[in-house]
């Protein structure tokens, strides 16, 4: 008797259950992803012929997006996937240097809340991308997002997020209820580095169909170490869009402010983008050009830290005019990694002057743009050279049946002043080659 009881009394809770569900809305879920794969060669990057540098390596990306649809404007979205250097022996695992190809890991992660009790505004948590205009101030490097909560406003033409954004975790979770953590002792965690976080607001007015104004500021502080706290601060506005029919104009200024205590300087970098393109009516000619500018450290202040950086120390973009961020692709094999971050580390990414002009032809799948760089130096002390030299490069892609497209890029640097007397390298200098084979397919 009690086992029939109790068989219909998980029939009825089952019943409560189901029948609410039963006709409540389906959450709606929709799922893609995306695969790609770079071959990068590059050979004499240091610009020393008497050094044998030459390599190529494979990059490779993966990944599998959902996003669920609960209704009421709540909504999840998450990737999962890796990215990176893939060249691990199949049968010992790594490479010759002890390195396995890259994990499958959690790449964005978040939560968005939409028009938050019937407003303009907007809820978004998680663990998300981050790219505003070309990267000069904001961008993570468009693999790995960022932990971030965004509030963003829309209603045209003003648009405008206010985010708070955890750069880089210290410490964590693994420091909770231990004595020790990584050879650091709790009771003087505060003598360690802190966590750098940023706090933004980037807002845009839309000035017309085809042209946008953003304007924006930026703090991020850490604590660096006991009483010492850096707080970088930028402020900068954006003008883009097209005025007239077949004309693409960009134009970007950002200053730095804010104060490092551990250095004891103040922050005073700047970068400029001024960036303008054509488009010929009826014709598959297209042409422009570019002037961009990151402000080097002057030695002859001490007080002031004039070396412009971003926030994220991310890449520059430049419009991904190639499928990848940078400037020429043996410019870009010059970088760190190959990823052309606005790094204080990265020294032929910072500090530096670029002039670009460019061609470009299309035809039906087919696409082949020629450019020209000319690199040089933002600051020298008296007496230095500022020529880095220029280089000329190739893009070619092909879009093969609308399905997938196939690309190559290849340029040589050769050499200017800079490397042959400031960098002592003489009769020795010699140019630098760089560039990749890629294709890609999103679905």
């Not at 250097?85 to 396995?100: E, I, K, M, R």
């Not at 890259?102 to 809340?113: E, K």
């Not at 809820?123 to 960022?146: C, H, I, N, P, T």
């Not at 966590?195 to 980037?202: G, H, K, L, T």
């Amino acid at each position: 008797m009690m086992k029939r009881l109790s068989l219909i009394m998980v029939l009825a809770l089952g019943w409560f259950i189901a029948a609410p569900m039963a006709h409540a809305d389906s959450p709606k879920v929709t799922w893609g992803g995306l695969f790609y794969v770079y071959n990068f060669f590059h050979k004499n990057t240091d610009f020393d012929t008497r050094t044998e540098d030459g390599n190529s390596f494979m990059y490779i990306h993966g990944d599998i997006q959902y996003s669920v649809d609960f209704g009421n404007g709540v909504s999840i979205y998450s990737m999962i996937g890796a990215w990176g250097q893939h060249g691990a022996n199949p049968y010992w695992g790594t490479d010759l240097q002890g390195n396995a190809d890259p994990g499958v890991r959690l790449l964005q992660a978040y939560m968005t809340v939409d028009h938050l009790f019937d407003s303009n505004w907007s809820l978004r948590m998680g663990k998300e991308r981050l790219l505003y205009g070309d990267g000069m101030v904001f961008f993570d490097g468009g693999e790995d997002g960022a932990i971030q909560a965004k509030l963003m406003y829309r209603k045209d033409p003003i648009s405008l997020d206010l985010f708070y954004c955890r750069l880089a975790q210290s410490h964590g979770i693994a420091y909770v209820g231990g004595a020790t953590y990584g050879g650091y002792n709790t009771s003087n965690s505060d003598q360690y580095p802190g966590n750098i976080n940023a706090i933004a607001a980037y807002g845009t007015y839309k000035l017309n169909e085809n042209m946008n104004f953003s304007f924006y500021g930026i703090m991020r502080p850490q604590n660096v170490s006991k009483g010492k706290k850096d707080n970088p601060i930028w402020l900068g506005a954006r003008l883009d869009g097209s005025p007239i029919g077949g004309v693409s104009v960009t134009g970007e200024f950002t200053l730095m402010s804010g104060k490092s205590e551990s250095s004891n300087q103040d922050y005073a970098g700047r970068a400029m983008l001024l960036r303008a393109g054509y488009a010929v009516p009826n014709s598959p000619v297209s042409f422009g050009g570019a002037y961009v500018s990151f402000s080097g450290d002057k030695t002859t202040t001490s007080g002031k830290n004039e070396l412009y950086e971003s926030v994220t120390n991310g890449p520059f973009t430049y419009g991904f005019y190639k499928d990848w961020p940078g400037f020429g692709p043996a410019h870009l094999m010059t970088t760190g990694y190959g990823f052309a971050g606005l790094d204080p580390g990265n020294t032929t990414m910072t500090n530096l002057n670029v002039i670009n002009a460019y061609v470009k032809l299309g035809s039906g799948p087919f696409a082949v743009r020629f450019d020209f760089f000319n690199y040089s130096r933002n600051w020298v002390p008296s007496g230095g050279n500022k020529a880095m030299g220029n280089e000329f490069s190739v893009l070619a892609t092909y879009n093969y049946k609308d399905s997938v497209t196939f690309g190559f890029t290849g340029g040589l640097w050769m050499p200017g002043d800079y490397w042959k007397k400031d960098m002592n390298l003489g009769d020795n200098a010699g140019s630098a080659l760089g560039g990749y084979f890629y294709f890609a397919k999103a679905f």
